[in-house]
């Protein structure tokens, strides 16, 4: 049976390289340093990952929250009215 790639049984040339041009990769950059060498690539990864955010306007940040607090604070109030009406509810079923 073939494939687009070649037969099952014969597989392609190129997947077969010689031994002598094989490389073999002992840990790359992080293999060749201490814990405290990795902890400090560890570090200068965040703060490039950090330099990478972006960060929002005071003017957004201060529209981010008012929405949050508000939808709190009505999530809060509907929460409220509906335990009320259990709680009369349960009253007026159990006495």
């Given amino acids: 049976m073939t494939d687009a790639v070649g ?3 014969m597989p392609d040339a190129d997947d077969e390289a ?3 041009k094989k490389k073999t990769r002992k840990g790359g950059k992080r ?3 201490g814990p405290f060498g ?3 690539l560890f570090y200068r990864q965040i703060v490039a990952e950090l330099r990478k955010v972006v960060w929002p306007t005071r003017n957004q940040l201060t529209t981010y929250t008012t929405v ?3 939808f709190v604070v009505v ?4 929460v409220t009215v ?3 009406g259990f709680q009369e ?3 007026y079923v159990f006495g």
Avoid: F
């Fill in 7 to 9: 037969s099952i049984d």
């Fill in 75 to 78: 999530m809060i109030g509907l």
């Fill in 68 to 70: 949050v607090i508000v």
């Fill in 18 to 20: 010689p031994e002598s």
């Fill in 31 to 33: 293999g060749k340093k």
């Fill in 82 to 84: 509906i335990d009320y």
């Fill in 38 to 40: 990795r902890l400090a």
């Fill in 89 to 91: 509810t349960i009253k």
